[in-house]
């Protein structure tokens, strides 16, 4: 071996040494977004979804005589089979007809590009839907415990607000989710909905925003789907209201 092919083997073994710590990261996202994920998919989604992660499933919730009790909170997942969300209805909750308000992640992200405003649908144009997970660190919200006040933890029907028993988190729901207390970085994400008038069917049709904030540590290729395995949810029983003196 001359020197000039002992200078290029030289070369390419330190260039395989410098590239070598990342030959497993990138098989083990190859291994995830061409395996894993086929088959994580249908087992958590709640509908099949065509398009993959560049949309959202099309899902029937409820009827809306499902929703004909006192309780102003009605519990579903969506898109994920543990992924507690659930409706409101503004005018059980606060009296509160034809509810429209701005989208608070309009065009952060391709889906709201066509929602600027998010309105309420059914009879009276007043149930919307949100996430019942903190964006702070994952907390399940009590969205089900109506309290009398907006500083006990639960939902306060003269406010709206949303309290997060965790962290003192504060979203204000007639107002789209925003945050108006505690540490939640952003504010909660909302469930798009669709009314048909016909059947009275509610459907989800999308997510104006990822739940998770980015303060949880992302350290392995799962960690990037919106179901997260380190934290465990669970669905009220509807009606789920809870009232709490």
Known sequence: MDRRDF???TLVLGGVIAVSPLITPVLD?????YGELKSISPKYLVANNSQGLEGFPKY?????????SSCPVYFFSYPLTDEPCFLVDFSKLNNMKDV???????NQFRINAQFKNVVGVGPKRSICA????????GCQLPAQALVPSSSDPGLNPSTSVLHCPCHGSMYQLDQGGVVVGGPA?????MVLLE?????GDIYAIGNNAPYFSEAVPRRRPKDNLIYDPRYSYSLPTNPACVRVS
Request: aromatic share 20%; net charge positive; glycine share 2%.
């Open 29 to 33: 996202y190859m291994g995830y977004y």
């Open 100 to 106: 429209e308000f701005k989208n608070p992640y309009y």
């Open 185 to 189: 970085p952003r504010p909660l994400p």
């Open 60 to 68: 029937r919730i409820a009827n809306i005589n499902q929703l004909n």
């Open 195 to 199: 009314y048909d008038e016909s059947s």
């Open 7 to 9: 200078l290029r083997l």
């Open 130 to 137: 949100f996430s019942a997970v903190c964006v702070h660190l």
